[in-house]
């Protein structure tokens, strides 16, 4: 208490000032509409400036978190999305054979003019009855769940194979060969699993991915080496009206979701020899700066890969019996 006095005393002059102003800044504020006006709003923009620097270094420590939950809400919008993408409407229906006719309204009287290609009555109507049966069918033909993970390891510079390390693994259900996406297009393939981290190999390796061009147009696209930002896309009919721009998609021939984001088309070179076109993309990804991404497991894919499986070997076992000598 003693010392509380003696500071006082020792600064007395300093707090009577302010003490003082204070009562200034009260008077002025209650008796001058004008003045007080303007010293709330000084007041006001002051202590806002003051609010918004503590906001901002309050949200950056959050980002972290803020990453989280954004992370959890997109992947369980691409969890509700692909439950509604990947289905059919289909419908039974019988038919009988193509009836060919000639229209009765447009026919001439005189029957020598059906002889004449340009009579109207020329032109076969061809009439076909479908009859549906049963009620339609909602018929899903695929099925994903997605798996947020966070890139902690990634390599852009490999010769051949480049491997990116998530930390996720078996215990977070993760296999071999699933396909890994992120939000802006294709990341690559599931390679090695351990309990709690997965190697996955990028696009940026010697493995073919199935792209689809300008209206459903099939093409094989690989990495050649150059650069970790383009990829070729091969064997595309030479038909194909594609232009500098276009995006290519992925197929549902591959382990990936259909319609993901490959590559945007920047340059295109015709071979007319086996009549095909090669499209240099740029990918939709960045490599260098890949943060997080999804694992994406399909939940039909096991029972489409042992039915082509048991396919193969029932055709492969049929081909050797058929060579055997009788």
């Known amino acids: 208490m003693v010392k509380l006095i003696q500071l006082i005393r020792q600064y007395w002059n300093i707090i009577l000032f ?4 204070f ?3 009260r008077l002025i504020v209650n008796s001058n509409n004008i003045q007080g006006s303007d010293l709330l709003n000084s007041s006001n923009a002051i202590a806002g400036f003051f609010y918004e620097k503590q906001n901002d270094v309050v949200g950056y420590f959050q980002l972290k978190s803020a990453n989280k939950d954004l992370l959890a809400e997109n992947t369980r919008l691409h969890n509700e999305l692909s439950q509604l993408k990947y289905t059919d409407t289909l419908q039974n229906v019988t038919a009988k054979i193509p009836i060919v006719v000639f229209d009765s309204v447009k026919a001439p009287k005189d029957t020598t003019l059906l002889a004449k290609a340009d009579s109207p009555a020329a032109k076969p109507v061809i009439v076909q009855d479908l009859r549906p049966y049963g009620n339609p069918k909602v018929v899903g033909y695929a099925s994903y769940s997605y798996i947020a993970a966070r ?3 990634n390599s852009v510079v490999a010769d051949r194979n480049n491997f990116i390390t998530i930390n996720r ?6 296999e071999k060969d699933m396909a890994v996406v992120s939000g802006e297009g294709i990341v690559g393939r599931v390679a090695y699993v351990s309990k709690h981290y997965a190697s996955v190999i990028s696009v940026l390796s010697s493995r073919n991915v199935s ?10 696209t690989n990495w050649s080496n150059n650069s970790p930002d383009f990829v070729t896309m091969s064997q595309v009919d030479i038909r194909t009206k594609v232009r500098k721009g276009d995006t290519a998609y992925t197929t549902s021939y591959s382990v990936y979701p259909e319609n993901i984001p490959v590559g945007v088309v920047v340059s295109v070179d015709t071979y007319k020899v086996n009549n095909s076109l090669n499209l240099r993309l740029r990918l939709s990804n960045n490599f260098r700066n890949l943060k997080y991404v999804y694992v994406v497991k399909n939940l039909l894919g096991s029972e489409k890969r042992d039915l082509e499986k048991a396919t193969a070997a029932k055709e492969k ?3 050797e019996a058929s060579k055997k000598p009788k």
């Open 18 to 21: 302010f003490l003082l102003e």
């Open 23 to 25: 009562i200034c800044f």
């Open 151 to 153: 890139v902690i390891n």
């Open 169 to 174: 693994g078996t215990a977070d259900g993760i």
């Open 211 to 220: 792209t689809q061009i300008a209206g459903g147009n099939i093409g094989i």
């Open 317 to 319: 076992a049929a081909l």
